[in-house]
């Protein structure tokens, strides 16, 4: 226990943010262990690991489902600050979800200063066309104007679940990659510099 | 051995002890005896541990704190690993935290206020190594450092207190030279410190001095005061304070009492402030139930349900007493609304929901099947009952008004070509059936969707184990209600007495004729039912139903067929129209069209199964059936042939064959405008005959084309039907003919006193041969070549016989001959058989040699001469006449 586990595969931490009910937990659940659950019952804060190939590769994907709900905001910025990409979840039946996700990607942005963070737009609940009050224009439109890819899923019937969580994965491994090679080439980057200013005495 | 258990989710990942923590992953047991541990940060959870599946474990954390790992030991895995993890905390009131319970603001200020001090937020502000944390964004992973210092704590004050945590959670990325620098600071605090005591006594001395003095002094006084008082000083002091004390309160009653006053108005306002929705809710109930707009009132009391639900304070429980009341009003009146039919399904499907939302105590699902059930069959006798008495009233023919009615309603014209006489309105029971085909098709599928809605779950109800079959039930007694009714309607024989149709056998006539139109109508309900997908319990009980229509609406056609064939007599107007083969009247192809029409409609209507309908014909009852119909269907044609051909109406048929007694000259004027006997005779046998070659591969034809099965038996009996009644036929004609013309040959042979012994010399054949030969036989040869060509050797050759044997007769009554009457007599039955001799049989060529037998030998060549001779001269003056006897095809 007290020994250091030796983990030689990469561990990607995914954050599921949106508004409550617009269907993330489904989301994981269906990634997770391929079930859909009807019945509702609101996140506080879960938490999920799963091994996957990506592209050849083992590699570690940590799932934290985050609380929809509004009485959950103050926690979410510690949340935030540990993940390392984003799955913004609104519901294609629910325009106030769609709304609110500008304020998660502020947010975001906020926490982790940084305006590439890996994201992606997901419009969930894709199996209800009829209730459908976001159209795809509409959020393609929005995800454009923020230079993030947006993909329409149903975690009722799977469709597109495994692609965002693989894309996000993949965007992730490849900012990682990139990281690595600015840190170990160019010394130190820019926030340590600024570090120096600030010691006092 | 299994797998060993790998937990990989958590949910949620943290909490208080005793949260319930839903823990998933894979080979988790693979029942629940096989789960024998589970630990949740180190502490033992397998009591509350509730196992789901091989996947799924719920349970509830135990009193450990901090990040942990979930432990799940199963039987047949083993101890098993966690990717994830649970932290534990323990959690504490405090302004900012949302709690459902009232917390006492008054008493945890003071709490805070003693414990703030210590709390480590205060300590944190400030870094000792005096470094800023502001830019320290990225953090170090929280478990990372559990790992590296495991039993340890970054916490300045903790007792095990580790440096290198403490460095790499606040400082991980600062660089050396700044931790350098941090360092010195410290150090120089620290010094600072030290040095700081040192040198402030130095530079102090005197006063210290000074100061030690002044506490000897002091103490020496205050000991020889007591020694000379005697008295604790502190009591007087004691007292000054407690009278001071309540010098301030007096002082500060007033005001102390004014402010708690205001306190605990500002505290009821703000509880009315942070709990305003709960008090405004009854309000918003109502008004939202006046909007109609029950999600939100469900919505609200859920969530003052959870806030408020378990509450102590008196408040609270009083308003949530009235927002229960609003509740179970809007309960009631939801509950009465399930009872209203007008709404629509999906209307009603809402309410249910918003009643199961509503947490009811009662089952709105079963009550909404119940009622809709019963509303079903409330309409389905209602319209029963309805036709019944407007029936009824048009029976007694008061009711013109609502004759018209229905008139002007239904003026749709019923199919069929059966319908020529048919009554210019409706039946009743017609009526009745389009209704109720109509109720059912409309409401039925209601009831079905919102029990398969019901049972499917879609309601969230829990569902009694007997319910299904009680919906079963219930489906089954709707669809055989309506079954008995339409049967009632169409199909009385199939019901019990009472059940009936009443007044039944004054509608039955103009009910048939509407059969297949309710056939329609019956199908189209049918359809709708198997588009349901209903269990096919239901199905069989309704295409029970639609079979026995199907049987009976082809029994009635071709019983009103056979009927219309029965009458087919009447309209024979023995016009005769020749073809190659001879000649028939239009009665055979009249009866043709009438069984291709008939059998046209049965195919359309009845035979073509149409979706989930067996093939009528598999039936072997239906089968027999419908070979008893097509029998009877042919032997009416016979019978109507029968009685055509074998009635006698015109009563004398006294036919007299001989010119030379003219007694027949009446009747022969009678015949001028109409068919004689014989002709009508001839006219049927040759339908028949035309009906039996022609008609019937006609018909097996058409039957085959229409998909009936092979009606060979039918057929078979009624062609046998057919030539029985063809030899009746013809025997009655070689009768009708032959005895008039046997009969007239005596006498004719006889006129004018004729004696075989006192004869002239022969020059001719007599007159009576004559007759027999021209007259009759080429008359009767004419008639048959007329109208049946085929049967003039049959016929003839019958004759021939007769007059042969009656000849041989007359021949041995003759007592003497002359040599003269012997050569006549010769000449004259040599004649007839010469020219009938194509015709002859063996008994009539018998009979003739018998004749000529009777006669005595000539034994004079000369006058054996003379016989050739006269008979040559016969042949050769009457050889165009005698030519249609040459050939006796």
Known sequence: MAKKPVSPEALHKVIMVGSGGVGKSALTLQFMYDEFVENYEPTKADSYRKEVVLDGEEVQIDILDTAGQEDYAAIRDNYFRSGEGFLCVFSITEDESFQAIQEFREQILRVKNDENIPFLLVGNKGDLQDRRKVSYAEAQGRAQQWGVPYVETSAKTRENVDKVFFDLTREIRSRKMEDTKTSNGGGKDKSKRKKLKCIIL | ?889
């Open chain 2, 1 to 889: 051995m299994a797998p060993a258990p790998v937990v990989n989710g958590i949910s949620p990942k943290e909490g208080p002890p005793g949260t319930r923590v839903t823990i998933r992953g894979q080979h988790l047991g693979k029942t629940p005896n096989d789960l024998i541990g589970l630990t949740i940060c180190g502490s033992d959870c397998l009591l509350s541990a509730e196992w789901k599946s091989p996947n799924k474990v719920i349970a509830r954390s135990g009193p450990g704190k901090g990040r942990g790992e979930i432990i799940v030991v199963t039987g047949s895995g083993g101890i098993g690993t966690s990717l994830v993890q649970f932290r534990g905390y323990h959690e504490t009131i405090g302004p900012l935290k949302e709690s459902a319970v009232w917390v006492e603001e008054a008493s945890l200020n003071t709490l805070t206020w003693g414990h703030r001090s210590l709390s480590p937020s205060s300590y944190q502000l400030e870094d000792p190594l005096g470094l800023s944390v502001e830019e320290n964004e990225k953090k170090f992973p929280e478990e990372d450092l559990h790992e590296l210092f495991p039993e340890c704590s970054g916490d300045l004050s903790s007792e095990n207190f580790e440096p290198g945590w403490f460095l790499l959670e606040h400082h991980h990325a600062t660089s050396f030279d700044d931790l350098r620098v941090g360092l010195s600071f410290l150090r120089r605090k620290v010094e600072g410190q030290k040095e700081g005591q040192i040198s402030f006594l130095k530079s102090n001395i005197g006063s210290v001095m000074e100061q030690l003095d002044t506490l000897f002094i002091l103490k020496e006084k205050f000991e020889a005061d007591l020694k000379a008082r005697d008295i604790d000083p502190t009591i007087k002091v004691e007292k000054a304070i407690e009278e001071s004390i309540s010098e301030a309160e007096k002082l500060f009653h007033d005001v102390l009492a004014r402010r708690e006053k205001a306190d605990a108005t500002r505290n009821a306002l703000n509880v009315m402030q942070r709990f305003k929705f709960l008090f405004y809710l009854p309000g918003s109930i109502e008004r939202n139930v006046k909007k109609g707009e029950i999600d939100v009132v469900i919505n609200d009391y859920d969530r003052a349900l959870n806030l408020f639900g378990k509450t102590d304070v008196a408040v609270f429980k009083k308003v949530l007493a009235e927002v229960e009341l609003k509740i179970s009003e809007l309960r009631e009146m939801l509950w009465k609304k399930l009872e209203d039919m007008s709404i629509g399904l999906d209307q009603q499907k809402k309410t249910i929901r918003n009643l199961v939302n509503l947490e009811i105590a009662d089952d709105p699902g079963w009550k909404a099947i119940t009622v809709h059930s019963n509303f079903l069959n409330e309409q389905l006798i209602a319209c029963k009952t309805e036709h019944l008495k407007a029936e009824s009233a048009d029976m007694d023919g008061s009711s013109k008004h609502l004759d018209s009615h229905h008139k002007h309603k239904h003026k749709r014209a019923a199919s069929g070509t059966y319908n020529v006489e048919l009554l210019n309105r409706t039946p009743q029971p017609v009526l009745c059936v389009e209704e109720l085909t109509e109720i059912l098709s409309q409401r039925f599928p209601d009831l079905w969707k919102l029990g398969q809605s019901y049972f499917s779950g879609e309601f969230q109800i829990k569902i009694d184990p007997g319910r299904p079959q009680e919906f079963k039930g219930i489906v089954l007694s709707i669809i055989s209600l309506v079954c008995t009714l339409l049967r009632s309607a169409l199909l009385p024989h199939t019901v019990d007495k009472n059940q009936q149709w009443p007044q039944h056998h004054k509608t039955s006539d103009s009910v048939s004729t509407w059969l297949p139109h309710c056939l329609r109508y019956i199908r189209a309900a049918y359809s709708t039912l198997i588009a349901l997908d209903l269990p096919s319990d239901a199905l069989n009980i309704f295409s029970s139903l639609v079979f026995d229509l199907r049987l009976h609406c082809m029994s009635t056609l071709l019983c009103q067929a056979a009927e219309q064939i029965k009458t087919l007599g009447l309209k024979e107007n023995w016009q005769i129209e020749f073809d190659q083969n001879g000649g028939i009247t239009q009665l055979p192809s009249m009866f043709e069209n009438l069984v291709a029409e008939v059998m046209q409609l049965v195919k359309d209507s009845v035979i073509i199964a149409e979706q989930r309908e067996t093939p009528l014909l598999d039936n072997p009852a239906a089968k027999k059936d419908l070979n008893r119909l097509v029998l009877k269907l042919l032997l009416n044609f016979v019978e109507a042939l029968d009685n055509l051909g074998l009635t006698n109406e015109d009563g004398d048929h006294t036919l007299g064959v001989s010119q030379l007694i003219g007694s027949s000259s009446q009747s022969r004027d009678k015949d001028s405008f109409g068919a004689v006997y014989e002709q009508k005779l001839l006219c049927t046998l040759s339908n028949c005959r035309h009906t039996r070659l022609t008609i019937f591969p006609r018909f097996i034809n058409l039957f085959e084309r229409h998909g009936f099965p092979r009606l060979s038996e039918p057929f078979e009996e009624a062609e046998m039907a057919f030539k029985h009644l063809e030899k009746r036929i013809l025997d009655t004609y070689i009768e009708q003919k032959s005895d008039p013309l046997v009969g007239t040959i005596e006498p004719s042979m006889y006129i004018g006193n004729f004696d075989w012994d006192t004869c002239l010399p022969p020059t001719d054949i007599r007159p009576y041969a004559k007759e027999i030969i021209f007259s009759n036989i080429i008359t009767v040869h004419s008639e048959v070549y007329k109208v049946i060509p085929s049967l003039v050797y049959p016929v003839i050759s019958q004759i021939v016989e007769i007059v042969a044997e009656e000849l041989s007769r007359l021949m041995s009554c003759v007592t003497k001959f002359s040599i003269a009457g012997n050569q006549q007599a010769r000449i004259d039955i040599m004649a007839i058989q010469q020219t009938l001799q194509h015709f002859s049989t063996k008994n009539a060529v018998l009979y003739f040699n018998e004749a000529l037998e009777t006669i005595p030998p000539l034994d004079d060549p000369f006058d054996l001469k003379v016989v050739d001779e006269v008979l040559k001269k016969f042949t050769a003056r009457n050889k165009l006449q005698l030519k249609c006897f040459n050939n006796p095809s």
